[in-house]
């Protein structure tokens, strides 16, 4: 993985505490508002430095949550009005495009 700076961190951070209720944005989104060459980059920030933000607002370019996550990411977004069908959210519907 490519190295990250505590600016690239922070830029990502005050970016996923900006999306507002009811939206999404993708990790892509969130990687190219920013700067970084990959959204793994910012899946990376999210694993390491996320609890107080609204993690379940990022997910794939698919509109898939995490696997390991989907129950409670799934949930979390339908409490604030997030379009899901089938175990995916409708990005169309409810995409939040980051200016960094």
Do not use: F, N
């Not at 970016?15 to 969130?30: C, N, S």
């Not at 990376?44 to 996550?69: C, E, F, N, Q, Y």
């Not at 604030?80 to 409708?90: H, Q, S, T, W, Y």
Request: with cysteine; hydrophobic share 45%; aromatic share 4%.
């Amino acid at each position: 993985m490519a190295a990250v700076t505590d600016d690239e961190v922070e830029q990502v951070r005050a970016l996923v505490g900006a999306i507002p209720v009811g939206q999404v944005t993708t990790y892509g989104d969130l990687a190219a508002a920013v700067g970084l060459s990959s959204p793994r980059i910012v899946g990376w920030i999210m694993r390491t430095d996320s609890a107080d933000l609204p993690w379940h607002r990022v997910i794939s370019a698919s509109g898939k949550p995490a696997a390991h996550l989907a129950g409670r990411q799934l949930e979390r977004l339908r409490g604030e009005g997030v379009p899901v069908r089938d175990g995916k959210v409708i990005l169309r519907q409810c995409r939040w495009t980051p200016i960094g």
